[in-house]
Nanobody, 115 residues
Framework: QVQLVESGGDLVQPGGSLRLSCAAS????????MGWYRQAPGKQRELVAG???????NYADSVKGRFTISRVNAKNTVYLQTNSLKPEDTAVYYC?????????WGKGTQVTVSS
């Protein structure tokens, strides 16, 4: 059974930081491309950051220079370090694993940026 479990979401003030984690089980983690997506109320889910099995990364323009995605294959975990958070970063953040036609999603973790 495949599971992706996100953690680390919280209420944080503008300018603050959070580290999100996604622990995977039931897949050969090192083979999968991993991604973080987010969905704000009333908006479509959007890609925030992705990392390939080889470690190449890509970011949405809105988070470049502020967010960093990384993975530790030995821990079957992908991270999203979020810095200089803005109110517009408020959303549910979802973890995604993809290998060819296989794709899995976590249930999400809430990030709220507010003073």
């Amino acid at each position: 059974q495949v599971q992706l479990v996100e953690s680390g979401g919280d209420l944080v003030q503008p300018g603050g930081s959070l580290r999100l984690s996604c622990a995977a089980s039931g897949i050969s983690f090192s083979l999968y491309a991993m991604g973080w997506y987010r969905q704000a109320p009333g908006k479509q889910r959007e890609l925030v950051a992705g990392i390939t099995s080889g470690g190449s990364t890509n970011y949405a323009d809105s988070v470049k220079g502020r967010f960093t995605i990384s993975r530790v294959n030995a821990k079957n975990t992908v991270y999203l370090q979020t810095n200089s958070l803005k109110p517009e970063d408020t959303a549910v953040y979802y973890c995604n694993a993809r290998l060819g036609p296989q794709e899995y999603w976590g249930k999400g973790t809430q990030v709220t940026v507010s003073s």
